[in-house]
């Protein structure tokens, strides 16, 4: 049960009054954080942003001191933005959104100018590599979805750069899944500036009472005799590559990663003047192709894996070229072209429209978000959508898919704003975006990532009870992303718990 303190609205001449409450376990972790640089593990929706936004408060009182909290995507930022323009009293002219749509010479008077700005960090990277900008009046520097904080992301730079910059640094990280190992936290916390973790997990007493409950259901699909025949033909031209790949003293390939990771060991050996390793790279490099193609098949259907082989086609590398001319890989794209042809689908369209009509005949005015990887699978999956009665899809796939950072927050204000109630998104859906009234979340198919996985599950359920419906094609790598991910997750807990206890970096 929460406490009375947990009821009361906090008072602040800065804060909106009668809008935000502190619970207990986000005075606990601000309190760590007004003293240390921290990393916050909080699980989603349960205010990660309103500790940013007291925490800022408290810096503001250090004279002439500025705000910066960056966030992986443009729709994330803009969502942060209007998170502090909702429970502040400050004026939004000392606001600003900054991207790098805005001309250099502007932001630099952007930089001078505002108290609060919110952007990416590719931006503030390219500023602080022109030294358009300069980090010395900035009390605080907020890094979202900190989970990022590795290899050649941008805020290991940003932080360096703050570190060494700023007159009175504090860093704040926040994520609902940093990874699944104390080495991965670890690497998070020293490439961020991090001295102290503060950890809660749904288990936690003084969280566990505000965790919204979801319902999770499981929906097996059966793979048609048409697709399996396919794939047991590219099953025996994948099984040949890795048959000779370990007779060349490769060992362990039993996943994608294993094979990604001998190909780059290849190509390195390769570059040192190892002739050798070249007949390992074109053995690789099919293994590769044909290991994507049947997991396309598998999971996505017959749609997705033409648009694949007519890329394959085109593909100018010896090894693409090769494959393309394997008789039995012709076999398998002949018979993909003829039910191509005929307009076969996944079995999971047709599941799908069903689940969805369903859902908006029983409630019409439910809001509903698919997942999907592949923004072939999105394509497709609005297109059927659009025949369905009272359905009302739209997209929400990233730049480099073809929508601007604007468009891709008009989706999702217009999806807010009840002018669609299917939301299909690609993985720039998945993270960290308050999508508050979503009743259901169906993931077009389970993704190996425990980051992924949480993040996906974050998307529903943040105001009410939510429901999760996965698909799972029987016998495919659905199963085995799906069971990866549990393990992943278990993994995760396990080591929070561990590192909680011990309170170390």
């Given at each position: 049960?929460?406490?009375?303190?947990?009821?009361?609205?906090?008072?602040?001449?800065?804060?909106?009054?009668?809008?935000?409450?502190?619970?207990?376990?986000?005075?606990?972790?601000?309190?760590?954080?007004?003293?240390?640089?921290?990393?916050?593990?909080?699980?989603?929706?349960?205010?990660?942003?309103?500790?940013?936004?007291?925490l800022a408060l408290e810096r503001m009182r250090i004279p002439e001191s500025k705000i910066l909290m960056l966030a992986p995507t443009k729709p994330l930022v803009n969502q942060h933005y209007k998170t502090f323009l909702e429970f502040l009293n400050i004026d939004e002219d000392k606001m600003q959104v900054l991207t790098g749509e805005i001309r250099p010479t502007l932001r630099k008077v952007i930089y001078e100018e505002k108290t609060f700005i919110f952007a990416t960090p590719q931006t503030i990277q390219n500023d602080l590599e022109t030294k358009k900008l300069f980090?010395?009046?900035?009390?605080?520097?907020?890094?979202?979805?900190?989970?990022h904080s590795i290899g050649d992301y941008?805020?290991?730079?940003?932080?360096?750069?703050?570190?060494?910059?700023?007159?009175d640094p504090r860093i704040l990280g926040l994520t609902a899944s940093p990874g699944g190992t104390e080495q991965k936290?670890?690497?998070?916390?020293?490439?961020?500036?991090?001295?102290?973790?503060?950890?809660?997990?749904?288990?936690?007493?003084?969280?566990?009472?505000?965790?919204?409950?979801?319902?999770?259901?499981?929906?097996?699909?059966?793979?048609?005799?048409?697709?399996?025949?396919?794939?047991?033909?590219?099953?025996?031209?994948?099984?040949?590559k890795i048959k000779k790949l370990k007779s060349r003293g490769?060992?362990?390939?039993?996943?994608?990663?294993?094979?990604?990771?001998?190909?780059?060991?290849?190509?390195?050996?390769?570059?040192?003047?190892?002739?050798?390793?070249?007949?390992?790279?074109?053995?690789?490099?099919?293994?590769?192709k044909l290991e994507h193609s049947?997991?396309?098949?598998?999971?996505?259907?017959?749609?997705?894996?033409?648009?694949?082989?007519?890329?394959?086609?085109?593909?100018?590398?010896?090894?693409?070229?090769?494959?393309?001319?394997?008789?039995?890989?012709?076999?398998?794209?002949?018979?993909?072209n003829e039910l191509y042809e005929m307009g076969s689908k996944h079995p999971k369209i047709s599941k799908l429209c069903s689940i969805i009509d369903q859902q908006i005949r029983?409630?019409?005015?439910?809001?509903?978000?698919?997942?999907?990887?592949?923004?072939?699978?999105?394509?497709e999956i609005y297109e059927t959508l659009q025949k369905i009665d009272r359905a009302h899809p739209v997209m929400l796939i990233g730049q480099k898919e073809g929508l601007s950072q604007k468009q891709q927050i008009d989706v999702i204000k217009d999806f807010e704003s009840d002018i669609y109630n299917c939301l299909i998104t690609t993985s720039i859906g998945e993270e960290g975006l308050h999508i508050s009234?979503?009743?259901?979340?169906i993931f077009y198919e389970p993704v190996p990532s425990e980051v992924r996985n949480i993040q996906r599950r974050g998307r529903v359920g943040r105001v009410k009870i939510g429901s999760i419906i996965i698909f799972i094609t029987k016998n495919t790598r659905d199963e085995a992303y799906y069971w990866t991910a549990q393990r992943k997750e278990g993994e995760m807990k396990k080591t929070l718990s561990k590192m909680k206890k011990k309170n170390q970096i």
């Open positions: 049960m929460s406490n009375k303190s947990d009821k009361e609205f906090f008072e602040h001449p800065l804060v909106k009054p009668n809008k935000m409450q502190l619970r207990e376990y986000q005075k606990s972790i601000l309190a760590t954080a007004k003293e240390k640089n921290t990393l916050c593990v909080l699980p989603t929706g349960l205010g990660k942003t309103g500790i940013a936004i007291l980090l010395n009046d900035f009390s605080l520097l907020v890094l979202d979805e900190i989970h941008a805020y290991p730079y940003i932080v360096k750069k703050y570190l060494e910059q700023a007159k936290i670890k690497e998070i916390c020293e490439n961020s500036g991090i001295e102290a973790v503060e950890i809660r997990t749904e288990e936690d007493q003084d969280v566990s009472a505000w965790v919204k409950e979801k319902n999770i259901e499981w929906v097996s699909i059966e793979l048609p005799k048409s697709f399996i025949k396919i794939k047991q033909v590219l099953d025996e031209v994948y099984k040949e490769a060992s362990r390939l039993r996943t994608k990663r294993d094979i990604l990771e001998l190909q780059a060991y290849l190509a390195k050996e390769a570059r040192k003047g190892d002739k050798s390793a070249f007949g390992g790279l074109f053995l690789a490099g099919q293994a590769i049947i997991g396309l098949l598998e999971t996505q259907g017959i749609g997705v894996l033409e648009s694949y082989w007519k890329k394959l086609r085109k593909d100018a590398s010896k090894a693409g070229k090769a494959l393309v001319n394997d008789k039995r890989v012709l076999n398998a794209m002949r018979m993909s029983a409630k019409p005015n439910s809001k509903i978000i698919v997942f999907a990887s592949y923004r072939d699978s999105v394509k009234s979503a009743d259901i979340a």
